[in-house]
């Protein structure tokens, strides 16, 4: 720890180091004031300093373009100044990737957030990278369309940090990550250069596929402008269903029971263990735990339909829970009635984030696990975790129609090295992912060098180096190059 002495120097020392970054960026942006907002790091505050994950940054001059061309512009000034940038959207990554990093200048896009285009009869939406999830919803519903991607932190996280992020969600499984819907994309890459292939077409064979490379690279290969989106049918009528189980078996059987049953109308199926239900609902007092502490597992479906006779789906859905609760031996199903009871079923499952702050140090996993892995991989690493200390507390959730678990583990006092191996350990064994949706950023990047394959970070190094060879943009993030 340092002295009040000693950190008053080390404050001063960053101060005149942020104020000399300032000016170096009013001069070399001079002249572009009308399209761009430029905060200097005094004015810009924490809002541009932390992420979600609780990632503090340095405090860095954010600049806040207005066009794309402003936005190209920019960047090429600053490329070619050899400055160093990290793109900003919504900064509810879990992950620390937005967080600046000392001498970075933040390059947030949220004043580039206009919904440009709705169209009808391509079910396409041309969006600026800075649009929230939230407007991207509504707007295709106001158009009588759907987004299907869905994230608890829709109402703050952007379009180009979910395509940077390749965000996954609570709809994967019937619509795949952030990926599967995106149809085109503009992209500024490190040096300046705009990228533009806003295709709104389905099929597009022409050469690589680079958008493809873009989503999911966490800001390291450009920053995000704009984008094209396919929209889905808007379902005409939607069911959110709270199932109790005692065991873990028992959710994996109405999974694949749920399958089979509701074929593609199953868009959601989300697991709360008894752990993180008592915790948010009981202690936190959010949402409300539908079977009052007397089940292990609280399973949340989602099943959209799209049957121009409702009451149709409706039978069908009521002939269907009464399959599964049957051949599962339970008696806890509760299907929502109005639109506020669903809401107050996901109030439960959108407070992991608040979970998270609340439970104290924490360290947090979002993992993969192959379905038939789950019942051997997670008691492992339970038995593991009560190994190192059986006082640790811990909170499990997730998108389990995935294999997507996640994992909050207060480790006050407890060595979170030896947490955090024992999870990726045996995550590594049983063929999973040490980042499910999240992404590496700067928080993961040393598990991920450490446990995955040279030749793999070699390749992943050699793309970093043909479109960045300098290293200006997200350095760091994913990995380092040596
Ligand atoms: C309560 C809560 C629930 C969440 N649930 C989920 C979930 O279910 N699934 C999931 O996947 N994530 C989830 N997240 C994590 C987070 O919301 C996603 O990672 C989201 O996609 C980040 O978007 P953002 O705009 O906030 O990006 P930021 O946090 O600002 O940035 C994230 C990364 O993307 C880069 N970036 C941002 N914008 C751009 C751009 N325009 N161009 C290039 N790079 C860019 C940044 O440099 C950084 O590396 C959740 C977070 C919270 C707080």
């Not at 892995?373 to 997670?378: A, G, H, N, R, T």
């Not at 980042?435 to 394959?453: D, T």
Request: charged fraction near 25%; include cysteine; proline fraction near 4%.
């Amino acid at each position: 720890m340092l002295s009040d002495n000693q950190s008053y120097a080390a404050n001063k020392r960053s101060d005149s180091k942020a104020s000399d970054l300032d000016a170096a960026v009013l001069r070399i942006l001079a002249g572009l004031s009308d399209n761009i907002s430029i905060l200097d790091s005094a004015t810009a505050g924490p809002r541009y300093q932390e992420d979600w994950s609780g990632a503090f940054g340095a405090r860095s001059p954010v600049v806040r373009p207005r066009t794309v061309a402003a936005l190209a512009e920019a960047v090429r000034r600053l490329h070619e100044a050899g400055m160093r940038m990290v793109a900003q959207g919504g900064m509810s990554g879990l992950v620390g990737g937005g967080a600046p990093m000392q001498d970075e200048v933040v390059i947030s896009l949220e004043l580039l957030n206009r919904i440009e285009a709705c169209d009808l009869y391509g079910a396409t939406m041309t969006v600026q990278a800075g649009a929230t999830l939230q407007a991207v919803q509504e707007e295709a519903e106001r158009h009588g369309l759907f987004y299907p991607v869905d994230l608890g932190s829709r109402g703050s996280c952007t379009v180009g940090g979910n395509i940077a992020t390749n965000a996954g969600g609570n709809r994967v499984l019937q619509y795949g990550m952030t990926r599967a819907s995106v149809l085109g994309l503009e992209v500024v890459l490190p040096d300046g250069r705009l990228v533009s292939r806003m295709g709104r077409v389905a099929k597009d064979n022409a050469g690589y596929d680079l958008k493809q490379l873009f989503i999911g690279s966490e800001g390291t290969l450009g920053i995000v402008a704009r984008a094209v989106l396919k929209l889905q049918p808007l379902p005409r009528q939607r069911f959110t269903v709270a199932l109790g189980v005692e065991e873990l078996d028992q959710v994996l059987r109405a999974l694949a029971a749920c399958r089979g049953q509701f074929g593609p109308m199953l868009t959601s199926f989300e697991v709360m263990w008894r752990d993180f239900v008592d915790f948010v609902a009981r202690e936190l007092g959010i949402g409300r735990d539908p079977f009052g502490g007397r089940c292990g597992y609280v399973v949340l479906l989602e099943l959209s339909c799209y049957d121009r006779q409702p009451e149709r789906d409706e039978a069908r859905v009521m002939d269907a829970l009464e399959d599964l609760s049957a051949s599962l031996s339970t008696q806890h199903v509760v299907i929502a009635k109005s639109l506020s009871e669903a809401a107050e079923l996901w109030r439960m499952r959108d407070a992991s984030g608040e979970a998270a702050r609340h439970l104290g140090p924490y360290l947090s996993f979002d993992v993969s696990i192959p379905t038939s892995e789950l019942q051997d991989c997670l008691p492992r690493i339970y038995a593991g975790l009560d190994a190192i200390d059986p006082a640790m507390r811990r909170l499990t959730y997730g998108h389990l129609g995935d294999g997507n678990v996640h994992l909050l583990v207060g480790c006050q006092g407890s060595p979170a090295d030896g947490v955090e191996n024992l999870v990726y350990r045996e995550v590594m064994r049983s063929g999973g992912s040490i980042s499910a949706e999240h992404g590496i950023g700067l928080e993961k990047s040393q598990s991920f060098q450490r446990l995955y394959p040279a030749a793999e970070l070699d390749a992943m190094r050699r793309v970093k180096r043909a479109f960045d060879p300098g290293a200006l943009l997200g350095r760091d993030r994913i990995f380092g190059l040596p």
